[in-house]
């Protein structure tokens, strides 16, 4: 019986980074769907005040927001090939994911709302937010030191982070020749079996 409980639900993908490493880590954890849209149920936030999607419960301990959870549980296993025990390449891994969530999803969603949720795309909103998109994307290729990863010896958890973001970018038409290294990084992790089990995100 799985003592871990993800409170998912179907369209979150910060709720697919926790998808995607606890199908890496091989750990067995039962999936309780929450509704995306609010209110959220009270039963929820009893546990978890904010209710934010994903949560995770670890026998009592309940533990909020998806790079958090990452931490955790790759500190949770031991897995310092994830998340380095040596402080300057655990920072290079902070600093990716913590750059991928306060400077890079503001704008990605800006350009994967119009393009990829309407029942049609919105060509003319979508081109409006792509610059502001590219150019942080080609900043961040400069902090990528990894080979087809965004860190330097292998997959982390940064990986983990980024892959919904990626997922999405690939069905858009992004300019990949500026981006290489970002390319490298987005076939890897789509590529990789983790991540197929874990299941995508519209």
């Given at each position: 019986m799985a003592?871990?409980?993800?409170?998912?639900a179907a369209g979150s993908s910060n709720a697919l980074k926790i998808r995607f490493l606890l199908e890496l880590l091989g750990l067995p954890y039962e999936k309780v769907d929450i509704p995306f849209e609010r209110p959220r149920p009270d039963w929820f936030v009893a546990i978890h005040p904010l209710a934010t999607i994903p949560a995770l419960?670890?026998?009592?301990a309940v533990?909020?927001?998806?790079?958090?959870?990452?931490?955790?549980?790759?500190?949770?296993?031991?897995?310092?090939?994830?998340?380095?025990?040596?402080?300057?390449?655990?920072?290079h891994?902070?600093?990716v994911m913590d750059t991928w969530s306060m400077h890079l999803r503001p704008v990605a969603i800006q350009v994967e709302m119009p393009a990829l949720?309407?029942?049609?795309?919105?060509l003319e909103q979508t081109a409006a937010a792509l610059p502001?998109?590219?150019?942080v994307l080609e900043r961040v290729e400069q902090l990528v030191r990894g080979e087809g990863t965004l860190c330097a010896g292998g997959l982390t958890i940064a990986d983990a982070s980024a892959a919904p973001t990626l997922y999405r970018a690939a069905k858009?038409?992004?300019?990949?020749?500026?981006?290489?290294?970002?390319?490298?990084v987005r076939d890897t992790v789509l590529a990789h079996p983790a991540f197929i089990a874990a299941g995508a995100v519209r």
């Open positions: 003592n871990l409980t993800l409170y998912d419960r670890d026998g009592d533990i909020g927001e998806s790079n958090t959870i990452l931490r955790y549980l790759a500190g949770r296993e031991g897995r310092t090939d994830l998340y380095p025990a040596d402080p300057l390449a655990r920072a891994v902070d600093w949720f309407g029942p049609t795309p919105d502001a998109y590219i150019s858009l038409d992004l300019p990949w020749e500026r981006l290489p290294k970002l390319a490298a």
